[in-house]
Structure formats: structure tokens, C-alpha cells
């Protein structure tokens, strides 16, 4: 790899010496892409001759003039618009028209503190769901492994910053899509507190949990991302912004009146200002859910990793408790019954109107999402209110700081290993709901695979997260490892996911096939087609087992 640093800022405090260019590091950036994209499918589409031009007026201004993230190159995730051209999201059914020619505020706040924007990174299919071959779009594929998945929803950021084609990129987290991509393939990412950072510009999935949030190689370089990003929102953001998701402004506004904790640029500037091996977690307690931890479904490699990393906090002064989580199953399941509810309001009529153009994987979810009955969304945003206003409660009067688990309870899957939503255990999902801030950091590996280490903070608490994940990285190396895939490797194509349609014939007295979809006299075929869904045998059988796994859960 040409990649000359292994943070961004060591290449932060290159550029600021003038040891290098912006030049030299789009140009690094593009090559290490050149050699290695038609393996990873990291990009969606790059900006080769914006990203030059920009690094060249980057190099031109005087040092007195130069911000924060001056000519430091940096991926954007698919989802969210940058002028240079048209968001995908990966759909061949999108239109390419929407904020056409316009920055998100968000991008826009990168590029104010003058980072570079080489491309527009790969995900699933409007955030959710897993890559259909039958598209043209590029593949992500694990660095560390090809045959295998990265995670999603923010696929090639998690590639790329794997493989060293950047140091830093800007994605979205609506149930893991952030924390997942970067446990998978050994990066580092914040899911950050609901209404921290604008969503405009960002094309909606689930519009009560979708959040931004930064990428990179180390927390402390999520830190220098979040206060870019906090210095130019929290000030003056045009455009429209959901009903109840406060600017950061505001949101500082409301909590200093209510004596509330704020996630402030100068508290994440102290954090940089320190030195990154002053690490000291004495006071910070860290509440444990070992049924979680130690509960099935985690593998012994995860297990033994995530209690290595307990070790570690605590030799960092950190105290660490038990501290159950009965509330984790609700909040998962309000999770993904609120996303796949508000993903068919956000995108249904589109879906309804070419059903054959979006992907097998996003329409089969989405489409489960239009049969969720109103009375059952409203009971789960009523338990959502209940469980998160406990857990609240209980972490104060417990005096808990932050809550530790394994960000994913395994290594990457291969693709051939695909299992249906719900049937993994998901440890990611149920913080999307509460709006609390959640950090993944790398934990060591399993098979040669990544392991992540997931820390979640109450809200606001970015810095005392992010100040916990920079210390301990101090102490650990597993943040500093990169992939280094072989380009000439060929991997497996992705399989069809109806490879095996048409199911086996069942036996005299076997019920199965009501539950599988396949008879068009089931309630959900009837129910789809008032939605205007004609779906096909493969799709019904799928969106019928989704539909009866959101339906076998009481609350």
C-alpha cells in the first residue's frame, strides 16, 4: 500500500508540518484503489478529478488559513449527497435527481474544515439488507477475508478503511450500520447521539434511529471527525430537519437548562489535546450485561477477546460491575419492527411503483415493514419510551458510565452463510432506540478475523465514550492491524439468495408450507397486494417469514 500514515492524525500533523501534501495523499489514496477497488468494491463512485483539485487549493492556502481537517482525503458513504454527483444508495430505482449538485450539511461541514472528498462509498441497498448479485453495483467484499461479508449498512467505508484506502470516512447507524462494518473488519466507528448531527441531505431509512457517525482507525480520530463535524452544524444548518430532532445547537441549548451533560467541539478538542498515551480511566465505571457477554450465540473466541479487553479497562483504572440489561430483548425487537416500518413509509411508494428494480434483499424487508399494523408500531414506541427511560434510571442509580459488550457476538460470515433477519444475536440493534451514543473498537481476532469491543455511553457522553476508546487503544494494538488482501484473489461470486427455490416438496401432514409463503391464499399475499405488491413466490416466502417473526413477539 501506498498509504503513507496509519492515523489520520499522524497525517493531520504531517500536513500541518509540511513533511507532505494533500496531493501526495489523494493521489496515495487513488492509487492504493486503483489496485485494489475491483477486489473490495469499496467505492460506489470516486471523484478523481474534484479530489485532485481539491487537494491542490487545499495545498495553496497559506498555514495561518488552514482548518482543521486541511487536506485530509475521506470517504462518504453513498446515502448522503455530495455535490460532485448523484446518491445511489446503491438502488438502481433511486433518482438520481434528489439533492442533485448539493452537499448534506454534514459533507458540507467536512469540507468547511477542509477535508477531501475522494468518493462516494458502497452499502446495502438504501441501508438495509445484504448485496443482490443480480445488480450492477460493486461488491463489498472483507478485506481480511474476500469470501466474506463487511457488515452493513456502511459496507465500503468498513472495506476501505480495513485496506488503508483512507483513514476516515462519514457513515449512518440505524441498527448497527456504523458499529457493524467497522467490528468486522477491524475499524473503529461512533454511533452518535439521535439528533447530535443533522440528517439532511441523508436519505431516510427509519427516521426515529437513523443517525451519522464517524469511521476511522482510531477513537481518536472519530474525535477529530466529530468536532469537524460539531464546529460547522451546531451553528448554522439550512434546511428542513425531522419533527423532534433538536440541531446540536439546540440540543446543547436544552440540556444547559436542564443541567444536562453536552457533547460540546471544545470537550472532544481536549481529548486531542492530551497525549494519546495519557490514558487513565480511574472513576469510570463500566457495567457489564454477562448474560449477553457469555450468553449463546458468542463465540469462545469473542468471549475470551471481550473479557481480555475487561482486563485491559480495569488495568487503565477502570471499575467494571455486572449490570443486567432486561431491557435489551424489547428495545432489539422495537428496533427492528420501528425499521422496517418506517423504512416502507419512507420509500413504499417507490417500491410499490417498481418492485422488480430494487433489490431482493431491501424490498423483501421493506415490504414486511408496510404489513406492520399501526396499533402494534404505536405499542412499540410506547415500550421503546418505557425501556429506555429505565435503563436510564438504572444507570444513574447505579452510577454507571458506560455499558460494555462485543459490538458483534462473531467474525465476519462468509456470503454463502446467510442467515434470516432476527436469527443472529444482534448486539447492536437495541441501542438505535434509546439514542444513546455506542463506540465499536477493535478487540482482537478470531480465525484471522476481526473482533470489536462495543461501549455505550448515556447521551451526549461522545467525549467520556471516545476519551474510554482512546485509552484503551493506548494500551492495545489490535486498532493498528490492516488487511493486506491479494488484488490478483478471485473470490466466489455472491450467491442468488433463492438458490434454494423452489423448496422441497413437503411430506403428507407437514404444515411448513403455510409458514413458508409459498401458497398465494396465505394473509400476507392478500395483504401485499392492498399495499399494490404482487411479489413472487421467493419474495413472499421471505417477507411472510419476517412478517411471522415480528408478529411472534409480545409486548
Known amino acids: 500500500m501506498r498509504q503513507p500514515f496509519s492515523t489520520l492524525e499522524a497525517a493531520a500533523r504531517a500536513l500541518c508540518s509540511g513533511s507532505i501534501s494533500s496531493r501526495e495523499l489523494v493521489a496515495a489514496a487513488h492509487a492504493d484503489a ?15 478529478e474534484e479530489s485532485y483539485a481539491a487537494a491542490q487549493a487545499a495545498d495553496a492556502l497559506p498555514p495561518a488559513e488552514r482548518p482543521l481537517l486541511h487536506g485530509l482525503p475521506l470517504a462518504i458513504k453513498d446515502n448522503l449527497a455530495a455535490c460532485e454527483g448523484p446518491v445511489t444508495a446503491q438502488s438502481p430505482a433511486h433518482d438520481p435527481g434528489w439533492w442533485r449538485g448539493e452537499d448534506a450539511p454534514a459533507v458540507a461541514g467536512l469540507r468547511a474544515a477542509g477535508a477531501v472528498v475522494l468518493g462516494k462509498t458502497t452499502m446495502a441497498e438504501y441501508a438495509m439488507g445484504r448485496p443482490d448479485p443480480a445488480h450492477d453495483f460493486p461488491v463489498p467484499r472483507n478485506p481480511w477475508d474476500p469470501e466474506r461479508w463487511t457488515g452493513g449498512s456502511s459496507t465500503g467505508n468498513g472495506a476501505g478503511l480495513a485496506a ?12 448497527g450500520s456504523v458499529r457493524l462494518p467497522a467490528a468486522l473488519c477491524g475499524a473503529t466507528g461512533l454511533k452518535t447521539t439521535y439528533g447530535l448531527l443533522p440528517l439532511d441531505g441523508c436519505l431516510p431509512l427509519s427516521a426515529s434511529q437513523d443517525v451519522l457517525g464517524p469511521m476511522a482507525v482510531t477513537a481518536r480520530d472519530c474525535a477529530l471527525l466529530l468536532v469537524a463535524l460539531l464546529d460547522a452544524t451546531a451553528t448554522d444548518v439550512a434546511g428542513p430537519t425531522p419533527a423532534g430532532v433538536p440541531r446540536a445547537r439546540e440540543a446543547f441549548a436544552r440540556a444547559e437548562a436542564y443541567g444536562l451533560p453536552t457533547c460540546r467541539p471544545a470537550d472532544l478538542a ?10 487513565d480511566l480511574h472513576g469510570v465505571r463500566i457495567g457489564v450485561p454477562y448474560e449477553l457477554a457469555d450468553g449463546p450465540g458468542v463465540t469462545d473466541g469473542c468471549r475470551a477477546a471481550f473479557h481480555a479487553a475487561l482486563d485491559d479497562l480495569r488495568q487503565l483504572g477502570a471499575e467494571t460491575r455486572e449490570f443486567a440489561l432486561p431491557e435489551f430483548r424489547g428495545l432489539s425487537v422495537v428496533n427492528g419492527l420501528t425499521m422496517l416500518a418506517e423504512a416502507f413509509a419512507a420509500h413504499g411508494d417507490r417500491l410499490t411503483a417498481d418492485w422488480t428494480g430494487h433489490g431482493r434483499a431491501f424490498r423483501r424487508l421493506a415490504a414486511a415493514g408496510g404489513l406492520v399494523p399501526a396499533h402494534r408500531y404505536l405499542r412499540a414506541q410506547q415500550l421503546r419510551t418505557r425501556l429506555t427511560s429505565a435503563l436510564r434510571t438504572r444507570m444513574s442509580d447505579a452510577g454507571i458510565d458506560l455499558i460494555a459488550t462485543p459490538t458483534w457476538p462473531a467474525p465476519a460470515r462468509p456470503y454463502t452463510d446467510e442467515a434470516l433477519p432476527g436469527a443472529e444475536l444482534n448486539l447492536t440493534a437495541a441501542w438505535n432506540p434509546t439514542g444513546f451514543p455506542a463506540l465499536a473498537l477493535p478487540m482482537g481476532f478470531e480465525s484471522g478475523l476481526p473482533l470489536s469491543l462495543q461501549l455505550v455511553g448515556r447521551p451526549w457522553s461522545e467525549p467520556a465514550l471516545l476519551t474510554a476508546g482512546a485509552a484503551y487503544q493506548s494500551a492495545t494494538t489490535w486498532h493498528l492491524r490492516r488487511a493486506t488482501p491479494d488484488p490478483a484473489c478471485t473470490p ?23 409458514t413458508s409463503g409459498s401458497s398465494p391464499d396465505v394473509p400476507e399475499a392478500a395483504a401485499l397486494a392492498a399495499l399494490g405488491i404482487a411479489p413472487e413466490p421467493p419474495d413472499l416466502a421471505t417477507i411472510t417469514a419476517i412478517n411471522q417473526g415480528l408478529l411472534s413477539v409480545e409486548f
Do not use: H
Open 34 to 48: 486503483d489496485l485494489l477497488d475491483p477486489l473490495l468494491g469499496v467505492y460506489a463512485t470516486r471523484f478523481t
Open 164 to 175: 488503508g484506502l483512507f483513514l476516515g470516512a462519514l457513515g449512518s447507524d440505524t441498527s
Open 270 to 279: 481536549a481529548l486531542l489535546a492530551a497525549p494519546a498515551d495519557a490514558a
Open 492 to 514: 466466489s461470486p455472491v450467491p442468488d439468495p433463492d438458490r434454494a427455490w423452489p423448496p422441497a416438496r413437503p411430506t403428507p401432514g407437514d404444515t411448513s408450507q403455510r
